[in-house]
């Protein structure tokens, strides 16, 4: 039984893919998180990871909130352009943007996640620690940045910090 385990957890994943119907396998270590992805902090990952190697532009599956975010990111000029590519799996290319080679994002910090949802008052919006820092916030009217959604009196989910 132990030697069972040990394999089934050594080839989880083959058993995943390999598995059919009328053959299943029975695994107790075996736990399927394929539901339960980021999708906005593999987005976000990606950026960050990307700009630091030097990428000119990436394409991240397409959903409406990860459009709004990084649009809004477009505004804040911390990505230089983004379009959405039609498709039967729609894209979002972003094309990433530098000051004189330098990366315009240094850091992305996921605040609110999955697991844990994080909600905030308009009273309890974190103040950025420096002026090349923003704090992304969504609200019943869309995506904001702090300083927005404090001056319009919105609360709502702390999405995620954004450091230049």
């Excluded at 039609?86 to 290319?93: H, N």
Aim: net charge positive; hydrophobic share 45%; with cysteine.
């Amino acid at each position: 039984m132990v030697g069972d385990v040990a394999i089934c957890a050594t080839l989880a994943c083959a058993v995943f893919v390999f598995a059919s119907e009328q053959s299943r396998v029975w695994c107790p270590v075996f736990v399927s998180h394929l539901g339960d992805m980021d999708t906005v902090a593999d987005m976000l990952n990606t950026l960050v990871n990307a700009q630091r190697v030097g990428k000119e532009r990436i394409a991240v599956p397409h959903s409406r909130f990860k459009e709004q975010l990084v649009r809004l990111l477009h505004e804040r000029g911390l990505v230089a352009a983004v379009r959405v590519q039609e498709a039967a799996k729609s894209k979002l290319i972003i094309t990433l943007a530098y000051e004189d080679g330098v990366p315009k994002v240094r850091q992305i910090t996921r605040l609110s996640k999955p697991g844990r949802r994080l909600y905030v008052s308009h009273g309890e919006i974190p103040w950025s620690s420096s002026k090349y820092a923003m704090y992304v916030v969504s609200t019943s009217e869309g995506l904001f940045d702090e300083r927005d959604a404090r001056a319009k009196g919105l609360g709502g989910e702390l999405i995620c910090e954004v450091c230049q």
